[in-house]
């Protein structure tokens, strides 16, 4: 096949353009739903919402909801505010409900879903966090998931720099040491801000409004975040710097990072190990960032001189925690969004997100993906795992520090432009992108969106082949521009981080990695090597993954020429330990190596 034609599509900075919205009335709830125009006018289901009879919806609130909110949901819906409920009642009152608003208390899994026996269309989590909510079974069910994200933004950078300040002059402690009846100035002797050095991890909308008060205080910013935009970092005067140097450096660390895979436990002994001795730890994110029981460790080895923390790995912790109970730790009970402000502000937001979810609106606040024709699904659907995939490995090769800004997606394919609807593909590249680092779940609504907020510059290009249009695509090609790669091998010729992929059999394959061609499915893990070309490197790694135990489901080599450099790429069901890796390094035809997880 040879290319006949291409052709650049920019993103639309607007996804909401171009689309009509249009409802239905029957005997039973019916669907409001958003109509793309296309050439087989495929649609894409948001929430029903209507009802024969023209009653209004019913909305229960289960949690603790401001007054702002609860009368804005009054003057649309059938508003039931039932609090304290057991799982059994909410499974029980749920089957009568339009939409349900919760906090992070309740929690909504499947069984509440399957309870609602299809009824239930929108969920709102009053906050940004929706570790209680079962998107799987949210979207199998049709179900529409929004949060309320910006509310509290301003009451949780206060509480950081709060807890930043009262962690400095020991307040908590001496506040307790007064009312004790003692009086030990000397004891409890601080340390000023003033030309100390903040590392914000994190630099999000939280990030931002910490290091603005920050640098109020006289304090010199630093933050680490692989997506923000360096022009609003530089506009504020925080300089952006790799996720070693923020350690090595700081003074301070705050965090303001999300609670995903890539970020669980990411303060760690090895990270402790790196950091300034007697930096200073706030948390006002995520409890699971930090492995609890590694900062005891370093406090209690004068690495980490003092921590304020108002999240934890568990909450409530244990009344004997620790970390709890030790005399250089100030806590709160998650007070991060704890402001009269904040939680009317809340409450107005995601009231306004449910009403307009019920109203068949386009939520920007969407977290979990919007229904499909069956039929789109269904061709797309390896390609669209494909697109996701590929998107989580570019994102993997780029070297800490250097942030993504520029995205260029090719699709060849021998189907005419008009026939190949590529928004899904485009949304899942950047959900692969966006989402292992960040607290923003992308979906079709909102991916344009997301990446534009993030700076994302994303581009396609559809090239034409010549043949048979069965297949809806013959490959997706990610490349990264502009930035470092921790695996030189994947840079292209022009210098981008690529990755190419194909669907063989309904399976997702990665078929080139730079200019090197492989063929391994995307499926659990990979590790590339980059290597002299010499017999028994297959056998060498692979004896050394059994080893350790690690089973490996597809091998592949590509190569520039024999005897020359090879690129060999592994998939594995398991992640190797840090030891099985660093013997696969130690060996000598190896030149470099990456493990990549899916």
């Not at 949060?147 to 206060?158: G, Q």
């Not at 590339?528 to 080893?547: A, K, N, Y």
């Not at 190569?559 to 190797?576: C, E, H, L, S, T």
């Amino acid at each position: 096949m040879s290319a006949a034609a291409s052709s650049t599509i920019s993103v639309a900075t607007n996804p909401l353009k171009s689309l009509s919205l249009s409802s239905s009335r029957s005997s039973l709830p019916s669907a409001s739903s958003i109509s793309f125009p296309s050439r087989n006018q495929r649609r894409l289901i948001l929430v029903s919402c209507t009802t024969g009879d023209g009653s209004k919806p019913t909305i229960l609130v289960a949690e603790k909801l401001g007054d702002a909110g609860v009368k804005l949901l009054e003057d649309f819906a059938n508003v039931d505010c039932s609090y304290n409920m057991t799982p059994e009642e909410l499974n029980t009152k749920i089957s009568l409900c339009d939409a349900l608003i919760v906090r992070s208390g309740t929690k909504v899994g499947r069984e509440v879903f399957e309870s609602s026996r299809g009824r239930l269309k929108v969920v709102g989590r009053a906050g940004v966090g929706i570790d209680n909510v079962d998107l799987r079974a949210a979207t199998e069910f049709g179900c529409l998931v929004v949060n309320a994200p910006t509310a509290n933004t301003i009451a949780a950078a206060e509480h950081g720099i709060a807890l930043l300040a009262a962690m400095a002059r020991n307040v908590a402690q001496a506040d307790a040491s007064v009312k004790a009846g003692e009086w030990k100035r000397n004891k409890y002797v601080g340390v000023s801000l003033v030309g100390k050095t903040l590392a914000v991890l994190g630099f999000g909308k939280v990030g931002t409004e910490v290091a603005r008060r920050a640098k109020g205080l006289g304090m010199r910013v630093i933050a680490h975040d692989p997506y923000a935009p360096a022009d609003r970092a530089h506009a504020i005067g925080v300089e952006l710097v790799g996720f070693g140097e923020a350690l090595a450096t700081a003074d301070f660390i705050s965090l303001h990072m999300p609670l995903t895979p890539a970020t669980s436990k990411i303060l760690n002994d090895e990270t402790f190990a790196k950091m300034k001795k007697g930096v200073r730890i706030v948390n006002v994110a995520r409890g699971g960032v930090i492995d609890e029981d590694a900062l005891v460790r370093a406090l209690d080895a004068g690495i980490v001189a003092q921590a304020a923390l108002d999240v934890f790995t568990k909450e409530p912790p244990a009344k004997d925690s620790p970390l709890v109970q030790h005399e250089r730790v100030t806590v709160t009970p998650h007070l991060g969004a704890s402001t009269m402000e904040a939680q009317e502000g809340v409450a107005i937001e995601i009231a306004e997100a449910v009403v307009g979810a019920l109203n068949g609106e386009l939520a920007a606040t969407a977290v979990n993906a919007p229904m499909v024709s069956a039929e789109v699904l269904t061709e797309l659907k390896p390609y669209v795992i494909l697109a996701e995939k590929l998107g989580r490995l570019a994102v993997q090769l780029v070297a800490g520090g250097s942030g993504v800004k520029n995205v260029k997606v090719s699709y060849t394919s021998a189907r005419a432009t008009d026939d190949l609807d590529t928004r899904l593909l485009r949304a899942m590249i950047t959900k692969g992108i966006i989402e292992p680092i960040s607290d923003v779940y992308v979906n079709l609504v909102n991916a344009d969106f997301t990446a534009k907020q993030r700076g994302l510059r994303l581009s396609e290009e559809r090239v034409h082949l010549d043949g048979s249009p069965e297949n809806p695509l013959e490959t997706i090609t990610v490349k990264l521009g502009n930035v470092e790669s921790k695996f030189a091998s994947s840079l292209s010729e022009s210098g981008e981080v690529k990755v190419e992929g194909k669907v063989k059999d309904g399976v997702p394959h990665l078929t080139k990695v730079g200019s090197f061609e492989v063929d391994v499915t995307l499926e659990g893990s990979i590790i590339l090597c980059r290597q002299v070309d010499q017999p028994g490197m297959i056998g060498t790694v692979g004896s050394i993954l059994g080893e350790s135990n690690v089973n490996v489901n597809f091998m592949s080599v590509g190569r520039i020429a024999p005897r020359k450099q090879a690129i060999m790429a592994i998939g594995v069901d398991d992640q190797p330990s840090k030891e099985t890796l660093k013997k696969i390094g130690e060996i000598p035809a190896v030149e470099e190596f990456v493990f990549l997880k899916l």
